[in-house]
């Protein structure tokens, strides 16, 4: 059974005075954005908000601005106090801790990062990442060999004793990604870490953030508006609007099974090269024998991979599942699949 390491139950937020009675009103019948500011004086930015974080799973939290998403992860380390709802975090209930048990939480097993890192530009590189460990009063050489150890993960060898201000932009927030981690904490919250930046570095972090996060088992919270980013590096997405989450899946099923007209908005861009597999496509055998000659594939194998198979052949694609036939994919079938919905 997978390890739920982050978990959010019914999660409200209502800035204004009249929190408690928004919040009634809404769950007892519907209650605009517009109509909570007019009626009650207060603003939702989180409504009724609820998902689970799997131990190492990369979760993506995607929206336009104002849509909440900012909001909802800031709840996780209660820089937000919740309006009502329940958060836990490995185990424990976040909402019911004192101010001490939280700090050691943030401390010890949650790391962020921001889209503008705040790095102390009078301290050299080494020194920003040791930070959050001087404030726990680790010995300085201690904290010294984990900067060093933490910036060799993000490729930053040879750069200590550098002011962030030597440092390109992207070099930058790999610093910033070095401090989240240099505390070995099991959960990262990037709340847009890499918008700021330039396109080919953008793509080159997100490889290397995804590939790190892998290798260290990290499990993450990942907040952008960018859904080919999301998509990009996460395992599944929450695709939020006025505070609301309107749909969570994996990036097949958010670009195949769009919940409703909002989020097929949002994915008719999308290519589905690499993202729709065999098993989504294919069609039953219904007690139909397949063509014994005819190529056999994986059922995770990817449109784009399928194309390249089925070149030169006449043949249907046989789909496995442990090595037995479950399905087929005609020329037809794989157009439609690349078509998308039409």
Known sequence: MTETVVELSHVWKVFGAQAAETISAAQNGPLSKAEALEKYKTVIGVRDASFSVARGEIFCIMGLSGSGKSTLVRHVNRLIEPSAGTIRVLGEDVSAMGQTALREMRARHIGMVFQHMALMPHRSVRDNVAYPLAIRKIPKSRRWAISEHTLGLVDLTGYEDRLPKELSGGMQQRVGIARALASDPEI??????????????????????????????????????????????????????????????????????????????????????????????????????????AKRVSGESDLDALIDISVGSDQPLVVQDDGQDVGVITKTTLLRGIQGGK
Do not use: C, W
């Open 188 to 293: 990262l919250l990037m709340d847009e870490p890499f918008s700021a930046l330039d396109p080919l570095i953008r793509l080159q972090l997100q490889d290397q953030f995804k590939a790190l996060v892998r290798d260290l088992g990290k499990s993450t919270l990942f907040i952008t508006h960018d859904l080919d980013e999301a998509i990009r590096i996460g395992h599944r997405i929450a695709i939020m609007k006025d505070g609301v989450i309107v749909q969570i899946g994996t990036p097949e099923e958010i670009v195949t099974e769009p919940a409703d007209d909002y989020v097929a908005e949002f994915v008719q861009g999308i290519s589905r090269l690499k993202l729709v597999k065999a098993h989504t496509i294919m069609q039953p055998l219904n007690g139909h024998a397949p063509p014994e000659e």
